[in-house]
C-alpha cells in the first residue's frame, strides 16, 4: 500500500502512542466493519497484530506498507488525542509489555472497560467468571445476568489482580475469599464497588456490586407504587413507635423502600439512627453508620449504642439473629419506629422466621406495625412487545383474581431499544399487610400463615394486574411469583 492510497482522515481507534507506532512502523487506519486496518512494514509479524487485536478486542486487519510512507503519515497525525473517559491510556511501556507477554496494559483497559459499561448500561452487578477456556462477563442488568464478552482464559490471573489492587486487596491469596471496595468516578457520578472475589476450579470468581453514592435519594411516590400502596406505607410512617418490616429476597428493592421511607421521614426535629452493610445512599441529617463485624461492630452492638444516642427512628439493614431481632423488636416496644428488612417469602412468613430464630410471640405481635413483601417486575419493552389472545387457561388467571380478562396480552419479543430482552425498566409489586386484632390474635397462636389476604393484595394478584394493563408478560410472572 502506499502513502498516496492511505486515507485523508486518518483516526486512531483507541489512544496509542505516535512514538510506539513509529518505533514498529505500524499507521493504524481506521475501524471498518469492526475491524481495524493497519499498514505495516512487517504484515507477517504475528506477536505484534495478535497484541494489537487484544489490546483493542477487535481484529486487526494488517496491509504492507513501505516504512518510510508510513513514517511520514505519522508526522503528519495529531499527538494530542485523548481516549474516551472510560478508557486508560496505552504508554510505551505497557505496549513494550504487552507485546513482551505481559498483560497488564490491556487488562487495565478491559477492567475500566467492564466497569464503565456497568455504569453506563445501569447494571446492579457484574460477575467475572473463568470457565474452562475463557473468562465470563456478566451484567446483571433488570434481575437478570446477561454475558458481554469473552476474554481469553489466560487474561484470568491479571484480571483478579488488576481488580484486587484496585480494592486494596492482598493480590498474593487466592486460596481464600477475600472482600473489598473501589471507589470509582464515571462521568461525574460517584460509585461505590463492593468487590468479592472467592476460588473456584478455573481460577477466582469475583462479583463487583455497583452502588451508586451520588443519586439523590428516592421518595414514596417516585419508587414505582401504585396510589394506594402508597397511602398505606405514608400511613404506617406517621406511627410513633413498633416496627415496618420489609421482605423479600436479594434484589428485590427492599433498601429503596427503606430509604423511601427515611426519605419521607427525615426532617430537623427528628433524629434518625441507621446501621447497615453498606451504606449505600447518604442521607442528609441522617446518622449512618456500616458494620464491621471484624472489629466487633455488627448489627446488635451498633444498635446497642444507637439507643443510648436517643433517637426517634432506628433504620436496621438485615435481621439476620436473634440478638437482633430482640435488640430492635424491644426498641420498637419502648417508643421507637423502627425499619429493617427480612429474607422470607412473604409478609406473613415474617412472623414464622421471628419465631424460628427465637422472638416470643407476643413480642412480634405487640410490636410490628406492618410487613411488606416485595419482588421487582422487569417491565416489557414498548417499541417491540407483541400482542396476542388470551388462552381459556389464562382467562382462569384473571378471574380468579376478580379482573377482567383483556382483549390481548403481551408478549415479549426483543429489539436494539432493550438489547434484544425484551423488556426494559423494573417496578415494584407489594402484598402490604398491616397488622390488626385478627393478625395478632394467629401471631400470638403461631398460626400467622392463616391470615386471609384481601383480594387482590397478593404479590400473585399485583402481578396478574401488570399483565391485564398490558405492562408485563406471564412468563415474567411465572419467573417472578410463580404460580398462586
Not at 451498633?302 to 444516642?309: C, D, G, K, N, S
Not at 400482542?387 to 382483549?407: G, I, N, W, Y
Not at 390488626?436 to 399485583?462: N, T, W
Request: charged share 25%; with cysteine; net charge negative.
Amino acid at each position: 500500500m502506499n502513502a498516496n492510497e492511505f486515507p485523508d482522515d486518518i483516526t486512531l481507534p483507541e489512544t496509542i502512542n505516535l512514538e510506539w507506532l513509529r518505533r514498529k512502523q505500524i499507521l493504524l487506519l481506521h475501524e471498518k466493519d469492526g475491524k481495524i486496518e493497519a499498514v505495516m512494514s512487517d504484515p507477517t509479524n504475528v506477536e505484534i497484530i495478535d497484541g494489537l487485536a487484544f489490546a483493542y478486542g477487535k481484529e486487526i486487519v494488517p496491509m504492507v506498507g513501505r516504512a518510510s510512507d508510513i513514517l511520514e503519515a505519522i508526522t503528519k497525525l495529531d499527538h494530542d488525542v485523548t481516549a474516551p473517559e472510560s478508557d486508560a491510556t496505552l504508554s510505551n511501556e505497557e505496549i513494550d509489555k504487552l507485546l513482551d507477554g505481559s498483560s497488564e496494559a490491556p487488562v487495565i483497559r478491559l477492567v475500566n472497560n467492564i466497569i464503565a459499561t456497568a455504569v453506563r448500561r445501569n447494571a446492579s452487578d457484574v460477575h467475572i467468571e473463568p470457565m474452562a477456556r475463557h473468562l465470563a462477563i456478566r451484567l446483571r442488568l433488570d434481575g437478570r445476568l446477561t454475558e458481554i464478552e469473552r476474554p481469553p482464559q489466560s487474561v484470568s490471573d491479571a484480571v483478579a489482580s488488576r481488580i484486587k489492587v484496585m480494592a486494596g486487596l492482598d493480590i498474593s491469596e487466592s486460596r481464600l475469599p477475600q472482600d473489598g471496595r473501589i471507589a470509582y468516578t464515571y462521568m461525574g457520578e460517584d460509585v461505590d464497588i463492593r468487590v468479592s472475589t472467592s476460588p473456584v476450579a478455573h481460577g477466582e470468581s469475583i462479583v463487583l456490586r455497583l452502588l451508586g453514592r451520588s443519586k439523590s435519594p428516592p421518595k414514596i411516590d417516585s419508587i414505582g407504587l401504585r396510589q394506594a400502596l402508597q397511602e398505606k406505607l405514608r400511613a404506617a410512617l406517621t406511627r410513633p413507635n413498633g416496627m415496618i418490616l420489609v421482605t423479600g429476597p436479594t434484589g428485590s428493592g427492599k433498601t429503596t423502600t427503606l430509604y423511601a421511607g427515611l426519605n419521607h421521614l427525615r426532617r430537623p426535629d427528628v433524629k434518625i439512627l441507621t446501621v447497615e452493610d453498606p451504606v449505600e445512599i447518604l442521607l442528609d441529617g441522617v446518622n449512618q453508620v456500616q458494620v464491621q463485624p471484624e472489629i466487633g461492630l455488627d448489627y446488635a452492638n451498633a444498635l446497642r449504642a444507637f439507643l443510648r444516642q436517643d433517637p426517634d427512628i432506628l433504620m436496621v439493614g438485615e435481621i439476620r439473629d436473634r440478638e437482633t431481632a430482640d435488640i430492635a423488636l424491644r426498641a420498637a416496644l419502648t417508643g421507637h419506629l423502627v425499619l429493617s428488612t427480612l429474607h422470607t417469602n412473604s409478609a406473613l412468613g415474617a412472623f414464622t422466621r421471628l419465631s424460628d430464630i427465637g422472638i416470643d410471640t407476643y413480642l412480634t405481635g405487640s410490636t410490628v406495625i406492618a410487613v411488606i413483601a416485595q419482588r421487582l417486575m422487569r417491565l416489557l419493552c414498548n417499541d417491540c412487545k407483541v400482542a396476542r389472545a388470551v388462552s381459556e387457561s389464562e382467562m382462569q388467571l384473571f378471574t380468579q383474581h376478580k379482573l377482567a380478562v383483556p382483549d390481548t396480552i403481551y408478549d415479549a419479543k426483543g429489539c436494539a431499544h432493550c438489547s434484544m430482552t425484551g423488556y426494559s425498566g423494573r417496578t415494584p409489586i407489594m402484598e402490604f399487610v398491616k397488622m390488626d386484632e385478627q393478625l395478632m390474635d394467629l401471631v400470638h397462636e403461631g398460626r400467622a400463615r392463616e391470615y386471609a389476604l384481601e383480594a387482590g393484595q397478593s404479590l400473585h394478584a399485583q402481578a396478574i394486574l401488570l399483565v391485564a394493563e398490558g405492562k408485563a408478560s406471564l412468563e415474567e410472572v411465572q419467573h417472578i411469583v410463580g404460580q398462586e
